[in-house]
């Protein structure tokens, strides 16, 4: 469902994805893991149409349509869902009328018609109540004064909401606490499905005893240079990422 | 007895006549109030761009404008129901092209304590306080600084005629809105209206009064004045809506008086005028004072939307908060002034102003300038002024959740300008000014 091939991407002058390779068909969970700065957000971003990146080579297809074509709006109609590492506040826009906005915008999009005001609600408070959302998070302002914690685990529930067919989570495990760790990735395995790709990004092995991956990559310096089973990230919490380097090393 | 100045000014023209018909409003006394208003007015006639004080305020469009008496015309309900805020549930007073309408007010049955009329029933009723109150707030006098321009607020004097008077006495809370709706319709003929508004508060008195400002068609100048006296521990919520016609001029003077420990809130939004223009002064003369300045302001098409607002720190331990917001859309323009002073005794004052405008094209433009003049050495006033275009990252998290561009910038635009709003506690009115203000931004 998703084809990244060579992609090339810097910001201003700088180069910071080098040749970026990455298949996820349906139904698999890939993980990608690396060092702070070596380009994680960034392909996160690119995928979910930010333009403060050019890409200056190399292609990504996503339901057999060029994604990088399309305005971030057709991207998540047409599935694509990226949790942020750094959730944006909205302040005077609460979080039911942003969601209302966004399910029926992606409706829209569907040729699907527009929810009813009940059955929306009905849907948002089933969500909110796997999620264990406080009711009166959805009556807030979107993000505004939220927890670090609380806010990683609104987009879960925007996830949940909106039933992307692609979800990309970037770090959506760091600040979280142990039992809203459980939460969010109960809420992810509840998406799981054969005909969803998920993407998780993260720094900690312990995530993906919750979300068990059948992939893991390792992004360093714009490139993925390893590849694996879930093993893989076992073996990176044990030894770090210097292992790695020799490697590369070895075989230069 | 008219020079040949005052004989040309377009706001005095008929003024003989216009006193011969508004004499017959209100008690003699006020004769003293329109003669001294004239005769300051006079001095200095229409300002122009090189009055400091209207440099972003062009007047020269009503020179040639006749402007004449404004009574005669008559309103449906039906017309004011249709109004934006014509059907809010409260003690209404409605005056139209400043004429009062008994027919469309509706303000009997008040509790004990409580008078909601007009300002000749009020001095009647209660000459003292008139007296002691109206056009006795409004004035610089013995105020720092020498910046402010009067003008307006003697010519809105020297027009005196009808008005809407408030009084609530010692510790009575008036639990129903009040709403005092200002009216304009310009048939054929231009003309000047002087809307007035006195409102006194005894001490520990409460209420709620939303003052409305709208135009349903043609070329006017409305010159409204408003008066705030607050006693001790009073407490008083100043939503004011401004929707005159898109050639209408609106030059407004709020003028309040603080003592100790009262709380005076002003929501202040502007949607209305082809020029529009309103000062809110408050005067602190109390301790533990809370005075809250909000305003709201969208400007499309040509439209000038000017603010400016002063508040006199004369006593210790007050604070302020003043948020004043602006949208402009087209070719609108924006100007905001705020002014903070802090006398010498008004130590431990803490003051915040800050001011926002979003731009939404390349050609509306906002012009801020806050002045804090400060005399006292242990205070903390802070002022902050923010001039863009709507957020960036807000918009990609809008539209990465689906919603397409220009729904994303509304809905961003909108909430920009409700946070405003929300502080308006009148539930109807608050729903009344959302719905006006969705529809200006469509
Ligand atoms: N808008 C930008 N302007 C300048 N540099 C940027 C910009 N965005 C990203 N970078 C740089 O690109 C590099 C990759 O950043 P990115 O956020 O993708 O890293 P990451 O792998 O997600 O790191 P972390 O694990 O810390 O989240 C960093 O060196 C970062 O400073
Ligand atoms: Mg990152």
Redesign the interface.
């Known amino acids: 469902m998703l084809e990244i091939t060579n992609l090339h991407a810097r910001v201003e002058e700088k180069e910071i994805l080098k040749g970026i390779n990455l298949t996820v068909r349906p139904g698999e969970v890939h993980a990608i893991m690396g060092p702070n700065g070596s380009g994680k957000s960034t392909l996160a971003s690119i995928l979910a149409g930010k333009n403060d990146y050019e890409v200056t080579e190399g292609s990504v297809e996503f339901n057999a349509k060029d994604l990088l074509e399309l305005d971030p709006e057709e991207r998540a109609g047409e599935g694509l869902f990226l949790a942020f590492q750094y959730p944006v506040e909205i302040p005077g826009v609460t979080n039911t009328y942003f969601l209302r906005s966004a399910l029926n915008a992606i409706r829209k999009y569907r040729g699907d018609s527009e929810l009813s005001p009940t059955e929306f609600m009905k849907h948002i408070k089933s969500k909110a109540a796997m999620m264990e959302l406080d009711s009166t998070m959805l009556s807030r302002s979107v993000n505004e004064g939220f927890s670090g914690g609380e806010k990683k685990r609104n987009e879960i529930f925007q996830m949940a909401v909106l039933e992307p067919t692609l979800c990309v989570l970037d770090e959506t495990d760091s600040g979280l606490d142990i039992d809203a760790l459980k939460i969010v990735s109960n809420g992810v395995n509840t998406l799981r499905g054969p005909e969803r790709g998920v993407l998780v990004i993260t720094h900690y092995q312990r995530l993906l005893n919750y979300i068990v991956p059948d992939f893991v990559h390792v992004l360093m310096g714009g490139r993925i240079v390893k590849s694996g089973g879930r093993e893989l990230a076992l073996e990176l919490e044990e030894k770090g990422y210097g292992f790695i380097e020799e490697e590369i090393a070895a075989k230069a | 007895m008219l020079d040949i100045k005052i004989a040309n000014d377009p706001l005095l023209l008929d003024y003989e006549d216009r006193v011969r018909v508004n004499a017959v409003n209100g008690p003699e006394w006020f004769s003293e109030i329109r003669s001294k208003g004239f005769r300051a007015y006079s001095e200095f006639g229409v300002p122009t761009i090189r009055d400091e004080e209207f440099k972003y305020f062009p007047l020269n469009g009503i020179s040639d404008w006749k402007l004449g008496h404004p009574y005669g015309v008559t309103l449906t309900r039906e017309a004011l129901e249709a109004t934006g805020v014509g059907k809010i549930d409260a003690v209404t007073l409605v005056f139209i092209n400043g004429e009062f309408s008994p027919e469309l007010s509706s303000y009997d049955a008040l509790p004990e304590g409580v008078f909601v009329g007009t300002l000749a029933e009020g001095a009647e009723g209660f000459e003292q306080v008139v007296k002691d109150n109206l056009a006795q707030i409004a004035t610089y006098q013995g105020k720092l600084g020498s910046t402010n321009d009067p003008r307006f607020v003697e010519l809105n004097n020297a027009l005196l005629s009808e008005g809407a008077f408030v009084y609530i006495q010692k510790n009575q809370t008036l639990e129903r809105p009040i709403h005092v709706v200002f009216v304009n319709r310009a048939e054929e003929k231009r003309f000047t209206v002087a809307p007035r508004l006195l409102v006194v508060l005894e001490e520990n008195a409460e209420a709620k009064l939303l003052e409305s400002h709208i135009g349903l068609g043609g070329d006017y100048l409305s010159i409204p004045v408003a008066e705030v006296r607050l006693a001790a521990s009073a407490r008083f919520e100043h939503d004011r809506f401004q929707q005159e016609t898109l050639s209408a001029y609106h030059i407004s003077n709020t003028f309040v008086h603080q003592e100790g420990k009262s709380v005076y809130t002003s929501n202040n939004v502007n949607f209305g005028g082809k020029s529009a223009r309103n000062d809110v002064n408050a005067y602190v003369n109390g301790e533990y004072a809370e005075t809250l300045l909000n305003g709201a302001n969208v400007a499309t098409g040509d439209q000038v939307l000017d603010n400016h607002t002063r508040i006199d720190h004369a006593l210790p331990n007050c604070q302020s908060f003043e948020i004043y917001k602006s949208i402009l859309k087209d070719n609108g323009v924006g100007v905001f002034n705020g002014k903070i002073f802090v006398y010498e005794d008004a130590q431990k004052t803490d003051a915040k102003q800050t001011n926002q405008a979003i731009l939404l094209s390349p050609t509306a433009t906002m012009n801020t300038k806050p002045q804090l003049e400060i005399f006292a050495d242990d205070v903390k006033c802070t002022h902050g002024a923010t001039i863009g275009q709507l957020r960036d990252?807000?918009m990609?998290?809008?539209?990465?959740?689906?919603?397409?561009?220009a729904?994303?910038e509304a809905?961003?635009v909108?909430?920009?300008a409700?946070?405003v709003l929300?502080k308006v506690t009148i539930e109807e009115a608050k729903s009344a000014l959302e719905a006006v203000l969705f529809e200006k931004l469509a």
């Open positions: 990252d807000a990609f998290y809008l539209r990465a959740r689906g919603v397409p561009k729904q994303a809905i961003l909108y909430a920009f409700a946070e929300d």
